[in-house]
């Protein structure tokens, strides 16, 4: 029943970096626009990146633009975040979304289907 897993979070120190996957349990994800949110506690869930069913397109918020890159393993129906450079305020729990529209969007509430979300925590 679940559509999307994530993994690869855990504790860094800064400078670090770390690579989450986003996997489909059911869904073939080339069929889909993806993006990765955060949410720190009690915080609203803060856009990312995002990238385009192909995957020739993608999008970041300005706080990880030039640190982390999305793309797509078509061969393992995945889609991953690398991070780099992590920072102390990147420490939040990573979710993976999927949505069947065309445009690259940055709105959570556009997203069908979502993941149970990983852990990121980097510490100074």
């Known amino acids: 029943q679940v559509q999307l897993v994530e993994s690869g979070g855990g504790l860094v120190q800064a400078g670090d970096s770390l690579r989450l996957s986003c996997a489909a349990s059911?869904?073939?994800?080339?069929?889909?626009?993806m993006g990765w949110f955060r949410q720190a506690p009690g915080k609203e869930r803060e856009f990312v990146a995002a990238?385009?069913?192909?995957?020739?397109?993608?999008y970041y918020a300005e706080s990880v633009k030039g640190r982390f890159t999305i793309y797509r393993d078509n061969a393992k129906n995945m889609v991953l975040l690398q991070m780099n450079s992590l920072k102390p305020a990147d420490t939040a729990i990573y979710y993976c979304?999927?949505?069947?529209?065309?445009?690259?969007?940055?709105?959570?509430?556009?997203?069908?289907?979502w993941g149970q979300g990983t852990q990121v925590t980097v510490s100074s």
């Open positions: 979304g999927a949505h069947a529209r065309s445009a690259l969007i940055n709105g959570p509430s556009w997203y069908d289907y």
């Open positions: 990238i385009s069913r192909v995957g020739t397109n993608t």
């Open positions: 059911r869904l073939t994800l080339t069929n889909y626009a």
